[in-house]
């Protein structure tokens, strides 16, 4: 190394302009290697060598699906789905996390909802207060949801399980489900994990919001209970129901609108005739694309 310095200096170069120029020359081969690489669609950061990306979940009701879905119906007319992109979104997202997968679960589903919710136009149960007070609930604890979640002891039940569910800090939590536990037992659970938080400084409001607030929206400047399942939990109050049911489980082991009836007393709700039809208009539609992908 003395010597090439000696050279170089005999040369009349520096050797300090010499070494920043090989600097800059290095510094411009690797730019070139990492556009090189990008324009090839070489391996990102998060990527791992020899590992396959994760292969995103198909697809269970397509547009098209939706689409085909509108029937006649002897009661209420003719009944079409209006979902938006998002909406379909997260009703195949839902069917993934809650596993409504085949194509008799999907039409028995699908087929509950549409009456309950008319399509998904009805997100909130119809009426006023005098009518959901005849009938043991309020305003804000009326169905909400693509199968009208109901009572409050339902939105408590379901805001534990939104936060154990989805809060990692909160997964030890106790959950109560209405079907094996009274209402006392339901709200304990309730207000348990809310102190549990409240330790750990959590902020939980997006699911603690699912039970009603009996205060004013325009008072406090938000939604809570029915209206605001609605709006933010509309497809996920009606798998996670649907779940903790037990509805699917109850079926017979084969295709038959005997399911409906099952999935409808469980479901509680009236006009058994307009769930078998919807579900004998549905059930086609899904069966056609689960025997051509077997």
């Not at 310095?5 to 090989?22: I, Y």
């Not at 109560?176 to 409240?198: K, V």
């Not at 929206?217 to 939990?233: H, L, N």
């Amino acid at each position: 190394m003395p010597e090439l310095l000696d050279k170089l200096e005999e040369s009349g170069l520096s050797p300090r302009a010499v070494l920043a120029s090989l600097a800059a020359l290095l510094l411009a081969l690797i730019l070139v290697i990492l556009a090189f690489r990008h324009l090839k669609g070489g391996a990102g950061p998060e990527e791992v060598p020899g590992q396959e990306p994760e292969a995103e979940a198909p697809v269970l009701v397509t547009r098209q699906q939706i689409d085909a879905l509108t029937y006649d119906d002897s009661t209420l007319g003719t009944v079409r789905w209006t979902l938006s992109r998002e909406q379909l979104e997260e009703l195949n997202r839902v069917l993934h996390e809650y596993g409504i997968t085949t194509a008799e679960d999907i039409s028995q589903f699908l087929a509950q909802a549409a009456v309950e919710s008319l399509g998904g136009s009805a997100l909130t149960e119809w009426g006023d207060e005098a009518y959901f007070q005849d009938r043991g609930y309020t305003a804000g604890t009326r169905g909400a949801g693509y199968l009208h979640l109901t009572f409050g002891y339902g939105q408590m039940a379901f805001s534990t399980w939104l936060m154990k569910k989805y809060m990692p800090e909160l997964a030890d939590i106790t959950y109560a489900n209405p079907a094996n536990h009274g209402r006392e037992d339901i709200s304990a659970a309730y207000y348990a994990a809310l102190q549990t938080a409240a330790n750990m400084g959590l902020d939980v409001s997006r699911y603690s919001r699912v039970v009603h607030d009996r205060r004013d929206p325009e008072e406090t400047g938000y939604t809570t209970g029915a209206d605001y399942i609605a709006e933010a939990f509309a497809w996920e109050s009606a798998a996670y129901f649907w779940h903790i049911s037990g509805v699917s489980k109850a079926f017979l082991n084969f295709p038959t609108s005997l399911n409906t009836d099952i999935a409808s007393d469980i479901v509680g709700g009236s006009n058994w005739q307009s769930r078998r039809e919807a579900y004998t208009a549905y059930y086609p539609v899904f069966a056609a694309e689960e025997k051509a992908a077997a």
